[in-house]
């Protein structure tokens, strides 16, 4: 019933900069964490930033290799997720994922189909 679209993604130059957003449509009043993630060619999924804004407050966390780059924050007007991402680099080369996670489920069951991040050098 929920669906999450991402947008954003793009080619860049190696230290430029994207915004990516994931906007959740229909019925989302059941979320209370999104996160994104990502996944490069030949690798596997890997966590990069998430937000929760359950009981009254919100709280962010990040991978190690996004620390000082990335900020992730969320419209709740416009019910979107967004990823900042400064100095980009080449390994940062991915799709990236939007994920959220339900009261429902406690888990992170809705996904959105990607949008696609290349950092030349």
């Known amino acids: 019933q929920v669906q999450l679209v991402e947008s954003g993604g793009g080619l860049v130059q190696a230290g430029g900069s994207l915004r990516l957003s994931c906007a959740a449509s229909g019925r989302a009043f059941s979320i209370y964490a999104m996160a994104w993630f990502r996944q490069a060619p030949g690798k596997e999924r890997e966590f990069v930033s998430a937000?929760?804004?359950?009981?009254?407050?919100?709280?962010?966390s990040y991978a190690d290799f996004v620390k000082g780059r990335f900020t992730i924050s969320r419209d709740n007007a416009k019910n979107t997720m967004y990823l900042q991402m400064n100095s980009l680099k080449p390994e940062d080369t991915a799709a990236y994922y939007c994920?959220?996670?339900?009261?429902?489920?406690?888990?992170?069951?809705?996904w959105g189909q990607g949008t696609l991040v290349t950092v030349s050098s």
């Open positions: 937000i929760r804004w359950s009981g009254g407050s919100t709280t962010s």
């Open positions: 994920a959220a996670r339900t009261a429902i489920t406690g888990s992170y069951d809705l």
